[in-house]
Each structure stands twice: as C-alpha cells, then as structure tokens.
C-alpha cells in the first residue's frame, strides 16, 4: 500500500506524538513509586502494568495514524518522542508534580490544624471531669507497654 508523503508525516508525528505521551505516563508513575516508596514485589507489578498500558497506547496509536500497518519509521517516532520528552520535558514535570504534591500536602496540613483545634478543646473538657478515668488509663498502657517488651524478649530468646 504506498501512502502519501503528508500521510507519513501525520504517522510519524503521531508516533512521536505517542512518545511524548509515553514519556509524561512514565514520569507520572516514577513520581508516585518515588513519593510512596513502593517495596521491589510492587515496583515490579507496577513496571509491568506501566509497560502494559504503554503497549495498548502504542498500539491504539499505530491503529488509529496507519490502520494497523507497523512502519519502521513509526517506531523510530515512539522512540524519537520518548527521548526528546525526557530531555526536555521531564525536568519540568517532575518539578510540577513536587509542587502539586508540595499543594496538597499543604492543603491537609492547614486542614487537620483546622480540625485539631476544636478536637483539643473538646478532649480538654471531656477530659476535666475524669481525670482519675485519664491517671487509671494512662497506669493501664504503662503496664501493657512493658508487658508486650517482656513477651517480645522471650520471643526473640527462643528464636
């Protein structure tokens, strides 16, 4: 099937294209491995499900820009859209992520100040009138406290 010169343009550009979409789903996904700390069973999942999802997109891309038929210069512009996005692109989105992270770990700071002052003053006065209720609670964990270190040092004896 011979294509037109613009219709190859428009393939290569939307391949690029896919790179560049590529490259900004990968940052999104390296943002939320590196801010949650995910163990090594989990970064595996999640590089397997990334590289999934970039697979479907790549091939809804090449589907949708040239019916199907795989041409060489498509993936050269998966690759070419991948490496400019992380060249030029990738710094930038990383430090708006840390800032939208830097937002809303903001937010809920400023919220549970929020809340924390009525919940103080309402711990203070439901626990005014029971202050012997707060001494006997308080015996209570001290005593659970160093139980649970005497039973976790006869654990660790008997390994």
Known sequence: MILSVSNQTF?????IYGGLLLG????IYRFF???????????????????TAGLIL??????????GLVRVYQL???????VAYM????????????????????FAYAFIKVIRGPAVWASNVLWKPCRGAKKAAGRLL???????????LLIRKKR
Not at 11 to 15: D, E, T, V
Not at 142 to 152: A, C, E, L, R, V
């Open 33 to 51: 491995r590196n801010t949650f700390k995910f163990g090594k069973v989990t970064t595996v999942i999640g590089d397997i499900v990334f590289w």
């Open 76 to 82: 050269l512009g998966f690759s070419m859209g991948m």
């Open 87 to 106: 060249k030029l692109l990738s710094r930038h989105t990383q430090k708006l992520l840390f800032m939208f992270k830097r937002c809303i770990t903001g």
């Open 24 to 27: 900004l789903v990968f940052d």
């Open 142 to 152: 001290i005593k659970m406290k160093q139980d649970t270190q005497k039973y976790m």
């Open 11 to 15: 393939i290569l550009l939307a391949s």
């Open 58 to 67: 790549i091939l809804i891309i090449i589907y949708r820009s040239s019916s």
